[in-house]
Structure formats: structure tokens, C-alpha cells
Nanobody, 116 residues
């Protein structure tokens, strides 16, 4: 069973940076695409960024130029470097992974709060 564990969330001032990590603690399975969604209070979950096993990336327009997604395939880990954070980036961030054997797994979520 895949267990994606996220870390790196917290409170940051506007303009600051955070780096989120998401790792499969058991490192048994291999993944195709991995990525991040977020959900703000009262809003639907929205896609933030994705990355394929080959390293191709895709970003939502609202984070382009500010966020960078990367991954370490050997460690089954995906990262999200978040720069120039804005109050509207406040949300719970969820990682996901598409397994090569089929199916999708989710992390438990990590809170990011951008406030002065």
C-alpha cells in the first residue's frame, strides 16, 4: 500500500518561500505522474502542478513563474518550491502519485498559510 507523507507546510509572510516534500515512505511502488493540488476554505480542490517520470512539468496559471515542481525518482519523492507567496496561496496542499501498476494515491495534506 502506498503511503504518501507530506512535509514542509507552515506559516509564512507574503513574499516568502516554502518548500513542500511528499515521499512514499515504503518506496515499493513506482510512479508515473506526480503532483500537487490545493484546497482553500470554501473552495474546490484545484491542480497546482504536475511532473511526469521523465521530468516534464505543467503548472496552473496562478503559480507560473513562482512555483517549481521537481522529483527524485530514486526516492519516490516530489517537491514543490513555492516562492513569492501570496495570501491567496493559503490552502491545504495535497500531493498525489499515479502508480505504474494503476491507480492514484493521495497524501494527507499539509497546511500552508500566507499572512503577515
Amino acid at each position: 500500500q502506498v503511503q504518501l507523507v507530506e512535509s514542509g507546510g507552515g506559516l509564512v509572510q507574503p513574499g516568502g518561500s516554502l518548500r513542500l516534500s511528499c515521499a512514499d515512505s515504503k518506496t515499493i511502488f513506482t510512479f508515473n505522474a506526480m503532483g500537487w493540488y490545493r484546497q482553500a476554505p470554501g473552495k474546490e480542490r484545484e491542480l497546482v502542478a504536475t511532473i511526469t517520470s521523465g521530468g516534464s512539468t505543467n503548472y496552473a496559471d496562478f503559480v507560473k513563474g513562482r512555483f517549481i515542481i521537481s522529483r527524485d525518482n530514486a526516492k519516490n519523492t516530489v517537491y514543490l518550491q513555492m516562492n513569492s507567496l501570496k495570501p491567496e496561496d493559503t490552502a491545504v496542499y495535497y500531493c498525489y502519485a499515479v502508480l505504474t501498476i494503476g491507480g492514484r494515491s493521495w497524501g494527507q495534506g499539509t497546511q500552508v498559510t500566507v499572512s503577515s
